[in-house]
Nanobody, 125 residues
């Protein structure tokens, strides 16, 4: 059974930075496409960023381009989300997700097979 555990969330002032981590266990991490999603209260879960199994391809939601960076370390079974220039509207629960192999649309939550429990990010104004 694949397990994903996120960490690194917290309270930060607008303009600040955080780095989220997601450690995977129970599977061959280097086989997974990885994604970060977020969900704010009263809103649907939305795609934030995705990275291919090799790390060679990355995709971002328009609202985080230039501010967030997704990366992975397959030797550590870990995917990261470096967030900078944070805004109050970035406040949400952030989830990492894993999908077997290459998927056609990283932005679709339906393509992912495993999900973490989430880590809360709160950005104060």
């Amino acid at each position: 059974q694949v397990q994903l555990v996120e960490s690194g969330g917290g309270l930060v002032q607008a303009g600040g930075s955080l780095r989220l981590s997601c450690v995977a266990s129970g599977g061959t991490f280097s086989s997974f496409t990885m994604g970060w999603f977020r969900q704010a209260p009263g809103k649907e879960r939305e795609f934030v960023a995705g990275i291919s199994w090799s790390g060679g391809s990355t995709y971002y939601a328009e609202f985080v381009k230039g501010r967030f960076t997704i990366s992975r370390d397959n030797a550590k079974n870990t995917v990261y989300l470096q967030m900078s220039s944070l805004k109050p509207e970035d406040t949400a629960m952030y989830y990492c997700a894993a999908a077997w192999g290459t998927i056609a649309n990283m932005r679709s939550s339906l393509k992912y097979n495993y999900w973490g429990q989430g880590t809360q990010v709160t950005v104060s104004s």
